[in-house]
Every structure is written in C-alpha cells, then in structure tokens.
C-alpha cells in the first residue's frame, strides 16, 4: 500500500507565496516522475508541473516563472514553491506518482494520488 500525504495548502493574498509538499510512504522500490495537478470548481484536472527521476521538469505555461517544482529522493518527498500568486491559481492541488512497488510478485508500476489540499488565493 502507497499513500501520499499532502501538506502546506491554504489562504494567501494575491502576490504571495505557499510551499506544497507531498511525501510519499509503504513499499516503494523507485518513484518513475512526481507531478502536481490542480482542479478549480467547473473545470478538468490540469497538470501544473512535473520532474522525472532524472529531474527533468515540466510546468504548464500559465506558472511559468512563478511556481517550482523539486524533490528529495531520499524523502521520496516532492515539493511545489508557489510565488507571486493568483486569484486564477485558485484549486485544490493533487500529488501524483509514477512510481514501482514490492509486491509479492515482484516490482510492479502504478500511478498513485494524493488526497488534494486546498489553495485559495484573494484579490
């Protein structure tokens, strides 16, 4: 069994700042790529940044130069750096995980979440 717990959502004034952590625990071999996705009421699930095991990152257009994506492997924690915030940025914000898992029979892949925090950014 894998869970993600997620941390450091909240309310913030439009121009500030909040740190996102998601911290990965059970039987896990190796953890693939880590991501964030964020849903905002009357709207799909949109990835918002993503690094691989070989730190290749990926934000989606309308973050970039604003948020940071970054990982401790030997946490197997990854983190979201939110600056210069947004009322747009409003949502609730999902880790994800492409990670491998012991299991009985050996390694296996699956994609894992976290329970969502919410971020709510005031004009």
């Known amino acids: 069994q894998v869970q993600l717990v997620e941390s450091g959502g909240g309310l913030v004034q439009a121009g500030g700042s909040l740190r996102l952590s998601c911290a990965a625990s059970?039987?896990?071999?190796?953890?693939?790529?880590m991501g964030w996705y964020r849903q905002a009421p009357g709207k799909q699930r949109e990835l918002v940044a993503s690094i691989t095991g070989g730190g290749w990152r990926n934000y989606v257009d309308s973050i970039k130069g604003r948020f940071t994506i970054s990982r401790d492997n030997a946490k197997n924690t990854w983190y979201l750096q939110m600056n210069s915030l947004k009322p747009e940025d409003t949502a609730v914000y999902y880790c994800n995980a492409d990670l491998n898992t012991y299991q009985s029979m050996g390694v296996m892949k699956g994609d894992y979440w976290g329970q969502g925090t919410q971020v709510t950014v005031s004009s």
């Open positions: 059970g039987r896990i071999f190796s953890i693939n790529a």
